[in-house]
């Protein structure tokens, strides 16, 4: 049989710090930092010989039957793990110290590429900000481009039309010029011409202007221009134009050539489309006249057209005069008078224009 095993003792048993306390005869103490086989055996293992005795007991009592209060104050001086033990403490440390950078380096490994992915998205959006801004800014500078060549075209188009505008009033104005020059000149030479008894009852017509055949001007103008201008061979109706004249009812109207002409019992009694009704001509009538209210119609030559017209033309004027409607010197109101006497001498010798 092989020997019992000897209990194990702490080899620094007698080095560690106990502190002894006599109370009723029990001993108390709080041994420090004791490794795992003194731990466990330390019920077995008798007291030294150099260990206070009891003063009632020969030896001291196992420890199973003694209550022992532990507290650790501190580590063993003498105390040693084992071999397994400190490899694999030393082995968990060195484990946990490679761990340790380890992790703190793929923490900072991954802090590195989210920030850099970060940075790179960043980097992509002021890109894309960029490059959006740039095409604005390109459209932008193309739409003040075309505004500018716009406005310069319009500017260029304005010059142009204001030189126009200047030029055509400048040649407005010597055109007047022109005009007026001729108007004065007429005048003057009418002034050398006319008679002064003429103007004379002409102005005194003009203090008051009326449309009595008596008063010495119209008087005048009656017996040298109107009546014999409407002095034609049909007496009757002669007349009657007469009065239609100075009533101002009277109407001429073209002749439509396309139809043929409807004319009443008097229209056939006085002249035919072929015929004046007037002088009793045979002539191409293309106008037409109407007295009055009246539904009958006369045709008529151009040449008794043109005498109606140029009588027609005289009163008109007069009775603006008598309106007010003309504002002009009596030298050139008497000018325009004469002028229109003139075209009535003309008429009445069978001059006209070809179009009448």
């Not at 119609?297 to 309106?323: E, W």
């Not at 003309?326 to 070809?354: C, H, I, N, Y």
Request: hydrophobic fraction near 35%.
């Amino acid at each position: 049989m092989d020997p019992p095993e000897e209990p194990a003792r702490c080899p620094a048993r007698g080095t560690c710090p106990v502190f002894l306390a006599m109370s009723s005869g029990t001993v108390s103490y709080a041994p420090s930092g004791l490794c795992p086989a003194l731990e466990r055996n330390l019920g077995e293992e008798p007291w030294g010989t150099d260990s206070l005795p009891q003063p009632d007991q020969g030896l001291p009592p196992p420890l199973s039957a003694v209550p022992v209060p532990w507290k650790s104050v501190g580590p063993c001086k003498g105390h040693r793990e084992s071999p397994g033990a400190l490899v694999e403490t030393s082995a968990g440390e060195e484990a946990q110290g490679e761990e340790g950078p380890a992790a703190a380096q793929l923490d900072v490994s991954r802090l590195r590429s989210s920030s850099m992915e970060i940075r790179e998205k960043g980097s992509e959006f002021l890109k894309e900000e960029l490059h959006k801004a740039q095409k604005e800014l390109k459209l932008k500078d193309e739409e003040c481009e075309r505004l500018s060549k716009v406005r310069e075209q319009l500017e260029q188009e304005l010059e142009e039309l204001t030189a126009s505008l200047f030029e055509e009033a400048h040649k407005m104005v010597r055109e007047a010029n022109v005009k007026q020059a001729a108007s004065e000149k007429q005048l003057k030479e009418a002034r050398g011409k006319v008679d002064t008894t003429l103007f004379a009852e002409f102005q005194a017509w003009r203090e008051s202007p009326t449309l009595d055949k008596t008063c010495p001007f119209l008087e005048r103008v009656y017996r040298e221009d109107v009546g014999p201008c409407l002095d034609f061979t049909m007496r009757e109706l002669s007349a009657l134009v007469r009065a239609a004249v100075e009533d101002n009812t009277l109407t001429i109207e073209p002749v439509a050539s396309q139809t043929p002409p409807t004319v009443k019992v008097a229209e056939v009694e006085c002249g035919s489309a072929n015929t004046c009704a007037l002088s009793g001509l045979a002539r191409v009538c293309r106008h037409r006249i109407r007295l009055g209210d009246s539904e009958s119609h006369y045709y008529i030559s151009p040449s008794s057209r043109a005498r109606i017209t140029a009588v027609c033309n005289f009163f008109t004027y007069i009775r603006y005069i008598q309106q007010g409607l003309v504002r002009q010197d009596a030298e050139l109101m008497f000018w325009e008078v004469t002028r229109l006497r003139k075209e009535m001498s003309l008429a009445k010798l069978g001059f006209f224009p070809q179009e009448a």
